[in-house]
């Protein structure tokens, strides 16, 4: 029996387990990878929004990381919510000391910079933006949504492709290997995302499924990313797989009804009977 390919999430914890490690882990399991993780904050939140958020200590983040390695094998990485400086700091001294292939990482890592929720609470402190900036380019790719993107680049948030295309090439020239930026708050019927690596540039179209349950679209997105990385030939191929899959558990998400706010998607829509 083959060994599972094992990914580790790098993120903070969402008790209604729709978005950070808990919608990670259910990524993975739903895709046949087996899941690891470090968690950087502890958070109080629902469906309805976040309420507060405890950091957990940065070198107990870096033990973590440190206690786990040393035992496990990880084939692909994938970093949601760091909360503070102190921790992207810590996330940005491992990754520089990971092995690097024609200037990649040796593991592929996959970073989400989580810097404010769906509900519009600011999850990044303010004096972390510099040290997340510092971070990207040790990541693979990273997948930011407009608001985070612009935020990146420091110009107001992108209202077509033309200025999501202008601010994935701000972010290429600072050092991003690979940029997705998602369009899922462009107005329109449609979602557009933007694909800009060393393979060129791509617009990825996709009806918009009709559905407020979109909690933790974002972290279930670059985790099933990171879960097809290592079973594609290409980066592209592996958001294109990603995003048909995450287009399913956005479907199926009404059937679950969980909380009175926007509810998960449902990762696990081709495992459960109907």
Known sequence: MSRP????????????????????????????????????????????GVTGIHPVPPQFVAEQIGTLLADVRVDV????????????????????????????????????????????????????VAAMRRLVPFASVITPNLHEAAVLVGQDVARDPAAMRAQAHAMREHGARRVLVKGG?????????????????????????PTRNTHGTGCSLSAAIA?????????????IAAKGWLTG?????????IGRGPGPVHHFYELWPA
């Open 185 to 209: 708050h462009l107005v329109g019927d449609g979602a557009t995302d933007l694909w800009f690596g060393q393979d060129g540039e791509h617009l990825l179209h996709a009806r918009r499924v």
């Open 5 to 48: 390919l094992v990914a580790l999430s790098i993120a903070g914890s969402d008790p209604s387990g729709g978005a950070g490690i808990q919608a990670d882990l259910k990524t993975f399991s739903a895709l046949g990878v087996y899941g690891t993780t470090v968690v950087t904050a502890l958070t109080a939140q629902s469906t309805q």
């Open 77 to 128: 990485i994938k970093i949601g919510m760091l909360s503070s400086a102190p921790i992207i700091q810590v996330v940005t001294d491992f990754l520089a000391g990971l092995p690097r292939d024609g200037g990649d990482p040796h593991l592929r890592v996959v970073l989400d910079p989580v810097m404010v929720s769906t509900s519009g609470f600011r999850l990044l402190d303010d004096d972390a």
């Open 249 to 257: 558990a956005l479907q199926a998400a009404d059937s679950l009804d």
């Open 227 to 239: 879960c097809f990385a290592p079973r594609r030939d290409t980066w592209l191929e592996a958001v």
